[in-house]
T-cell receptor
Framework: DAGVTQSPTHLIKTRGQQVTLRCSPK?????VSWYQQALGQGPQFIFQ???????QRGNFPDRFSGHQFPNYSSELNVNALLLGDSALYLC?????????FGPGTRLTVL | KQEVTQIPAALSVPEGENLVLNCSFT??????LQWFRQDPGKGLTSLLL?????REQTSGRLNASLDKSSGRSTLYIAASQPGDSATYLC??????????FGSGTRLLVRP
């Protein structure tokens, strides 16, 4: 079991650009959540997908959008990047009990 | 709105000490609570999960307790080792599988 995988590992973008981050959940998990972690802070909930629908959303602007595919994998899209979007983006999957996190994607916006 | 506080923010101890990390949360209507470990620049590793109906969970040298009514959880680490050095995060979960995190406790275990 590969666990939760994320790609890419690192990404550097400039302000105003758009970025897509990808996540494959742990085998058997049907719910995917995305979190943003700024340096020195705990992760903040962005949104959650279940059965290809956004089920919950945290306090993030519409520039942050997502998608879940029939195989439960997910993408996080961020448009019109700002310097403040620089962070570690974590994907987590769950089925019943507890969340399992991937290694994250480090996004740097210059 | 759930708010999570972890105390202390940072801790430095000599190897071999037993230590306690504290977590408090404002909304006691939680589904469960997870403790995670995070190494610098890495993802989160789940250490222990306590269901809302449970009082504690143990895994090896780790023991986590939960007092839901008072909004508190503690993580006890026995006989600390340098390899335990990391940031420890507490996160209560609501019924929709959303975790709310504290800022963590940065632990350094000195050889």
């Amino acid at each position: 079991d590969a666990g939760v995988t994320q790609s890419p590992t690192h990404l550097i973008k400039t302000r105003g650009q758009q970025v897509t981050l990808r996540c494959s959940p742990k085998s058997g998990h049907d719910t995917v959540s995305w979190y943003q972690q700024a340096l020195g802070q705990g992760p903040q909930f962005i949104f959650q997908y279940y059965e290809e629908e956004e089920r919950q959303r945290g306090n993030f602007p519409d520039r942050f959008s997502g998608h879940q595919f029939p195989n439960y994998s997910s993408e996080l899209n961020v448009n019109a990047l700002l310097l403040g979007d620089s962070a570690l983006y974590l994907c987590a999957s769950s089925h019943d009990r507890g969340l399992f996190f991937g290694p994250g994607t480090r996004l740097t916006v210059l | 709105k759930q708010e999570v506080t972890q105390i202390p923010a940072a801790l430095s101890v000599p190897e071999g000490e037993n230590l306690v990390l504290n977590c408090s949360f404002t909304d006691s209507a939680i589904y469960n609570l997870q403790w995670f470990r995070q190494d610098p620049g890495k993802g989160l590793t789940s250490l222990l999960l306590i269901q809302s109906s449970q009082r504690e969970q143990t895994s090896g040298r780790l023991n986590a307790s939960l007092d839901k009514s008072s909004g508190r959880s503690t993580l006890y680490i026995a006989a600390s080792q340098p390899g335990d050095s990391a940031t420890y995060l507490c996160a209560p979960m609501d019924s929709s599988y959303k975790l709310i995190f504290g800022s963590g406790t940065r632990l350094l275990v000195r050889p």
